[in-house]
């Protein structure tokens, strides 16, 4: 389908779907370079509108602004946010049938998510809502080059038997010029035969994991899979990846075995798109729709710097989300770029918080580092760290033919450095290490950082 083409279609569809989505992308490309005190102001002003809103639909809201003693009125700064509680995922499960605006507008329905830590979580959107996020992630696509239309990958979870409507979605995709490649489910002989779809079909850039793609490259070099090549006869010019933090090393990864650059962007489905990276892979927040602070996990209070994100969403009112407790670490700054965009940064800097390790000295370690322990020795193409018990980890490979005879007292020695405990230490090789029900793949997981997190007793290792 011709780019121009596939544009029409997508903004048709968008049109009888009653999202607004292009004329709202018009706005943000504006607004992104408005003078900052211009662009709080229009914040500010919707804010109040989505805490009037809250109060005057959902029984949620009012109750609980009533209990706090908090008049819709009374919001006139950022800072009178601060007189909201904070909201619990759980309690957005519990009372989420009280939060719902089911009058707001067209297409108000309930969806689901996989949470950070497996659970499942439903909630309400709408056309509002949807044409909102689409015009954010149109948006973030334009600062790295791709327009809508243009085409577009998927390295993404796949339904093994299609239900109906999922090939009405298919041929829809087809229309707007999206592809769709499973990335959930890896094999050598899967990654040989996408490859070889991926330069028949062109992308111009490919979206998804990057624990997928890392997988793919290290499976790809074993068989001598020349990948560059999407990139010089074929169009790529970009990967952007999303849902799990990107680390250096995997940035690094990924953007040698592609010749292409990588840019990442981070969204909570139940939140909306939070930020994208520019092309000075500067990750900007998506100001005009949200309101980002961060807040200490332990005393739940406010901190300047380093902290758990909490969102509050200014454009989505048939389920008012305000101050929505993540459970991800990240660093907000408004550190000017030189892109000029007057859009605030956000930098991911611990991973989901349900990914520790807990040793038995007490310390709490970043999931995430065990990342540079097994990618610092050859041929493992994928592992996870388990922990059931206090004392005992275990890590998990999936190796190939490159993995070195002492690979195993490898990664053990490594481990050991890192923790610098006397946790009993089993490093095993297995065949495969099956996705989470979620279909994300977790690379770490701790049945006992999780029971304690759940009792609110947790201190991350910084
Ligand atoms: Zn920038």
New binding site residues.
């Given amino acids: 389908m011709l780019p121009g083409i596939a544009r029409f279609i997508f903004n048709m569809q968008e049109w009888c779907l009653g999202r607004n989505s292009f004329s709202i992308l018009r706005q943000l490309r504006s607004s992104e370079r408005w003078p900052r005190e211009r662009l709080d102001q229009l914040r500010l002003e919707r804010l109040q509108r989505m805490v009037h809103l809250a109060y005057a639909h959902t029984p949620y809201w009012r109750e609980l602004m009533e209990q706090h003693k908090i008049r819709p009125e009374e919001i006139r700064s950022f800072s009178d946010l601060q007189r909201f509680p904070l909201l619990e995922k759980s309690t957005l499960r519990r009372c989420r049938e009280e939060m719902v605006w089911r009058e707001e507008g067209k297409r108000v329905q309930l969806i689901r998510t996989s949470g950070s830590t497996n659970e499942a979580l439903q909630f309400y959107t709408s056309s509002t809502r949807e044409a909102h996020i689409n015009a954010a992630r149109m948006r973030g696509h334009e600062w790295i080059g791709i327009r809508r239309g243009q085409r577009e990958m998927y390295f993404w979870g796949s339904p093994v038997e299609l239900s109906k409507q999922d090939r009405i979605k298919r041929f829809r995709d087809w229309l707007i010029n999206d592809g769709l490649t499973n990335g959930f489910e890896i094999t050598p002989e899967r990654v040989a035969r996408y490859f070889g779809y991926w330069k028949q079909w062109r992308p111009r850039c490919i979206f998804g994991y990057p624990s997928s793609f890392v997988l793919m490259v290290h499976m790809a070099e074993a068989q001598h899979l020349p990948l560059t090549e999407l990139k010089e006869r074929h169009g790529l010019k970009a990967i952007c990846t999303t849902s799990e933090m990107l680390t250096d090393v995997d940035r690094k990864i990924i953007t040698e075995a592609f010749g292409v650059p990588v840019y990442d962007s981070y969204g909570l489905r139940e939140a909306g798109l939070i930020g994208h990276e ?1 092309q ?1 892979f ?1 990750m ?1 927040c998506m100001d005009e729709q949200l309101i980002l602070e961060t807040i200490d996990p332990q005393t739940l209070q406010p901190t300047g710097g380093p902290g758990e994100l909490v969102v509050t969403n200014i454009m989505g009112p048939a389920m008012p989300i305000l101050r929505y407790r993540t459970g991800d670490m990240v660093e907000l700054s408004h550190t000017p ?3 000029g ?1 007057s859009l605030s940064r956000i930098r991911i800097s611990g991973g989901r918080i349900a990914d520790f390790i807990l040793t038995d000295q007490g310390k709490w370690v970043v999931g995430y580092s065990f990342i540079y322990i097994c990618r610092s020795v050859k041929g493992i193409i994928k592992f996870q760290v388990r922990q059931d018990r206090i004392g005992e980890i275990r890590i998990l490979l999936v190796t190939d033919a490159n993995f070195p005879p002492d690979g195993i007292a490898q990664v053990a020695r490594a481990a050991r450095a890192r923790l610098a405990s006397t946790d009993t230490i089993l490093v095993q090789q297995v065949d495969d290490i099956p996705p989470a029900p979620s279909g994300k793949y977790r690379p770490v997981i701790s049945a006992v950082t999780q029971q304690l997190m759940e009792r609110g007793q947790f201190k991350p290792d910084s």
């Fill in positions: 520019c000075y500067t900007h770029c030189p892109c965009r």
